[in-house]
C-alpha cells in the first residue's frame, strides 16, 4: 500500500488548510498524525472506510474534519481555524486491520505510512 499526502503550507493563524491522502488500495482504518520539531509523533485523526466512522485527538475536535472520497481513493483532512501549535509535519497512516479504538492514537498500530508535509501556521 503506497500513501502520497498532499496540501501543506504556511497560514496564518485562523485560516484552512486541507491535507489530502492518495491511497493505492483501500485499507480500513486511515488517518493522520503529526510531529512537532523535538516531539513525538501524535494522533490527530482517524477513519474507517467502512461505514465511516471518526475520531479525533481533543486538541482538534470541532477545528479539523476528517473525511474520504470513495471515489478517489483519498483521505482528507480539512484543518480550520488553524493555530501556531498546529504547526508540524503531517503524516498519513493506514492499515488493512480494524484497528480497536482504544489503540487508534498508537502509531505502531499503522503498518503504511505516506511521507510527511510540513504544515506552518504563523502568529
Known amino acids: 500500500v503506497q500513501l502520497q499526502a498532499s496540501g501543506g503550507g504556511l497560514v496564518q493563524a485562523g485560516g484552512s488548510l486541507r491535507l489530502s491522502c492518495a491511497v493505492s488500495r483501500r485499507t480500513f482504518t486511515m488517518g493522520w498524525f503529526r510531529q512537532a520539531p523535538g516531539k513525538e509523533r501524535e494522533f490527530v485523526a482517524v477513519?474507517?472506510?467502512?461505514?465511516?466512522?471518526?475520531y479525533y485527538a481533543d486538541s482538534v475536535k470541532g477545528r479539523f474534519t476528517i473525511s474520504r472520497d470513495n471515489a478517489k481513493n483519498t483521505v482528507d483532512l480539512q484543518m480550520n481555524s488553524l493555530k501556531p501549535e498546529d504547526t508540524a509535519v503531517y503524516y498519513c497512516a493506514a492499515d488493512h486491520n480494524r484497528v480497536i479504538v482504544t489503540m487508534i492514537t498508537d502509531f505502531n498500530s499503522y503498518a503504511y505510512w505516506g511521507q510527511g508535509t510540513q504544515v506552518t501556521v504563523s502568529s
Open positions: 477513519i474507517r472506510w467502512s461505514g465511516g466512522n471518526t
